[in-house]
């Protein structure tokens, strides 16, 4: 009887170690990927965005088998707040990689926050993947976003350059308007090289206070000016400001491009009511984006409808949200390539990541596609510049390749 | 100087605490000793502006201007022009020390009251903030970005996590000691004296702009050398951080949490708060965002309900009446 017992005991414990063993392979260990993002503190709205959606992405990720090349791994996130402080975006990168352990690192970093924890990344030998940052300051670190140069100034100057010589305008005098801000200043400082070269005469600057509660001064400075057109890169807040001030002011005969938030978010049109936003982002304004659901293009098109339909966010869905989307599927491409999570080989997968034009995980609307240049930025940074139409929509002007309308005259 | 400072200076309660400290680099992770350097950069500081703010009783909202001084100018100095910046850093501190000592001559020359003296201050330090933006030197509205710290202590680099966490024991320690000798020093005598009533202090023939502006150039040049110390851990020089008047009322909160006028308080509550603060974003970060927001609010309020002179100060009363009893 007890040697039966124990034969019994003994099958069962082996039974068990292979139901474990199988459940094992079956299980492959996840892939920790840490997170940080500005949960807290004065960027928090974008921070919660970009989380909000490049989450729902892993998620779908989770949902659709895992990492392939991983044996199915899941991702599993580690999410850390760096309560929008670069120092402490530091921090947090180093407990993160120390502490947790992840594997890999991602986060909707921004320039200061790239440039703060660029010496950890260093220090630690850590692949990033930063979705806002103009650059990279780490041979670690792989930004998502457009450089201030080549992707924000030289897209805004060569299309008022485009506008003059296809389209038969008559731009010359050009106001410098933008948030004054690093990242407005650094795209002033490359507008002012640009313009001139392009045969532009730079009539003043009108720079926007980002404290400010109220724009008119600024708005009274530009029309003493008497630019053509201005141009620069304005934050949402201030570019709704601008707007009331224009408004009131009455300001014609100006023609407003900027970028990004200030004039293409679609935040825009809750800020300002439908009366205004018909009369100033209808008219004379030509918004620089890095997304648009004006496109054509399949792979954003579906995303945005999934989003829409599917998300459940507590936060209206903008350019920000797109780039945590894009950011999870290049999360997601790499973790594939690599087939590892060796830092090494997810540094040369990241080095090597390529989203061709038509790729269905392609959601940036890029003439090229997406793959990182020796910068570690995107190679392709086409922005798109876009014209409002009084249903709140959006039409694509410029590039001409991607373009869904032809420029609306000055009105 | 009272003789008690030099007791004070051999008390084996101020040494062997820092001799535990000077060890923590052998025992804490790298990101618990970030911590550590972090506190102990608030320390020197809340201690530096504890000088103005709580022995002589002025709320100074400039100290962000110091600050950003001592962090932008000798990090542009040596960007821009290559100088050294342990020199940068002097140089910093005397910019620091005279901006101080011209707030000091307003409030001597228009009698400003402390409220008056608060919002003067903050005007400084949110023109320093704009001065700062709109300065390609100083870096603009970007800030400035430092380059590779190679462990070249001649060239102020600190060579990592336990060089920075030692270097910022040393600022926080001769922080305290200054705090310390003002004390026991005639300064602080006046000082003091001018906080409860400043009439009273100039009949009794205490120079009111001579003692204020010794007091300030003081707390300038100590926060200048923080924030130069602050810039080169942080490698890269953040001026919404550093230049910013958000930067004072953290600083503020934390003394007035700890307690005014007395060295200890702001010590133990920047020792306190800062990594409290830190762990519960670490912690609760991805689950419950601004939850260290809360709690810091949560404790202010009780702190200001319960104690208001401070954390401190209360305890030294508790305690006293301990012994009595």
Sequence with gaps: MSITLRAARICAALLLACLLATAARAEPKPVRVGVIMQMSGPLAAYGQETWGVFKYMIDK??????????????????????????????????????????????????????????????????????????????????????????????????????????????IKNVALVYSNYEAGQKVNTALKERLPKLGFNIVGEVPLDPKANDQTAAMLRLRSLKPDATVGLVRVQDGALMDQARYSLKIKNILFVGGTGGFSDEVLWHDLGDKIGQETLCKDLFGLAIFSPGSNAPALRDLWADLQKNGHFDFPLGATGISGAQGARVVQRVLENAGSTDRDKLLAALKTVNFPPGDPDLYYIRPTGLSFGEDRAPKDSTGLLIQWQPDHTQQIVYPPQLATAEPRPMQ | MRPDFFQFLRSPLLWIPVAIAACLPWGLSAYHLAIGTLALLYVSLALAWNVVGGIAGQISLANSVFVGTGALLASALYIRLGIDMWFGMVIAAAVSAILGV????????????????????????????????????????????????????????????????????????????????????????????????????????????????????????????????????????????????????????????????????????????????????????????????????????????????????????????????
């Design chain 1, 61 to 170: 990720i989770n949902a659709a088998g895992g990492i392939k090349s991983l044996g199915g791994a899941k991702i599993e996130l580690v999410l850390a707040d760096d309560a929008s402080v670069p120092s402490r975006a530091a921090n947090e990168a180093r407990r993160l990689i120390t502490d947790e352990r992840v594997d890999m690192l991602a986060g909707g970093l921004q320039t200061p926050e790239m440039l703060a924890i660029s010496p950890v990344l260093d220090e630690l030998k850590m692949p990033t993947l930063a979705m806002f940052p103009a650059g990279s300051a780490s041979p670690y670190l792989f930004s998502l976003n457009f450089p201030y140069d080549r992707g924000y100034a030289k897209t805004m100057a060569d299309f008022l350059a485009w506008l003059n010589k296809d389209k038969g305008w008559h």
């Design chain 2, 102 to 325: 011209f707030m000091s001559l307003l409030d001597a020359r228009f009698r400003l009251g402390h409220l008056s003296f608060a919002l003067v201050t903050l005007a400084f330090a949110e023109i320093g903030e704009l001065v700062v933006a709109g300065t390609d030197f100083l870096g603009g509205a970007s800030g400035l970005d430092l380059p590779k710290d190679h462990g070249r202590f001649w060239l102020f680099e600190f060579g990592g996590g336990p060089g920075y966490f030692w270097a910022a024991l040393v600022l926080a320690l001769i922080c305290l000691v200054v705090n310390q000798a003002i004390l026991s020093s005639r300064l602080g005598y006046y000082l003091r004296a001018l906080r409860d009533n400043e009439d009273a202090a100039q009949a009794i023939g205490i120079e009111l702009f001579r003692s204020k502006a010794t007091g300030m150039a003081i707390s300038a040049a100590l926060s200048s050398v923080a924030g130069t110390l602050f810039a080169r851990y942080s490698n890269f020089v953040d001026p919404t951080l550093l230049a910013s008047p958000n930067l004072t009322i953290e600083i503020v909160l934390i003394a007035t949490i700890g307690g005014l006028g007395t060295p200890l308080g702001p010590l133990i509550a920047a020792l306190v708060l800062i990594p409290v603060g830190e762990i519960l974003r670490g912690q609760f970060g991805g689950t419950l965002p601004g939850l260290h927001f809360f709690l810091y609010g949560v404790l202010i309020i009780v702190v200001v309900l319960t104690s208001p002179q401070g954390i401190v100060p209360r305890l030294l009363s508790l305690r006293r009446r301990f012994r009595r009893a």
